[in-house]
C-alpha cells in the first residue's frame, strides 16, 4: 500500500512558479514509478510527467521545457517544478504511483492522491 499526499498549489499569474510536492508513505517508494496527472474542468484527466524508479523523466508536449519532474528517494517524495506557468495549465494536479510504469503512463497506476489545485490567472 502507498498513501500519496499532494502540496504546493496556489494561485499563481502567468509566467510565475510553482513547486509541487508529493510525499509518499507505506511501502518501499523507490521501486515505484511516479507521474503527475491533471485535470482542468470539463476535461479528462491527463498525464503531464512521469519519472521511473531508475530516474528516466518523460514530459507531455504542452509542458516539455517549462516542468520538471523529480524524485528524492530518500524523503519518499516527487516533484514537479513548473515555470512559465499558463492560464491553460489551471487543473487540479494528481500524484499517481504504481510498480509498472506502463500503468502510470496508460491511464494511472494503483494510488493516487488527493490532488492540489493550480490556478494560473492575473
Known amino acids: 500500500q502507498v498513501q500519496l499526499v499532494e502540496s504546493g498549489g496556489g494561485l499563481v499569474q502567468p509566467g510565475g512558479s510553482l513547486r509541487l510536492s508529493c510525499a509518499a508513505s507505506?511501502?518501499?517508494?523507490?521501486?515505484?514509478?511516479m507521474g503527475w496527472y491533471r485535470q482542468a474542468p470539463g476535461k479528462q484527466r491527463e498525464l503531464v510527467a512521469v519519472?521511473?524508479?531508475?530516474?528516466?523523466?518523460n514530459y507531455a508536449e504542452s509542458v516539455k521545457g517549462r516542468f520538471t519532474i523529480s524524485r528524492d528517494n530518500a524523503k519518499k517524495t516527487v516533484y514537479l517544478q513548473m515555470k512559465s506557468l499558463k492560464p491553460e495549465d489551471t487543473a487540479v494536479y494528481y500524484c499517481n504511483a504504481d510498480r509498472i510504469l506502463d500503468r502510470v503512463v496508460q491511464a494511472g497506476g494503483d494510488y493516487w492522491g488527493q490532488g492540489t489545485q493550480v490556478t494560473v490567472s492575473s
Open positions: 519519472i521511473t524508479s531508475a530516474g528516466s523523466t
Open positions: 507505506g511501502s518501499i517508494f523507490r521501486l515505484y514509478a
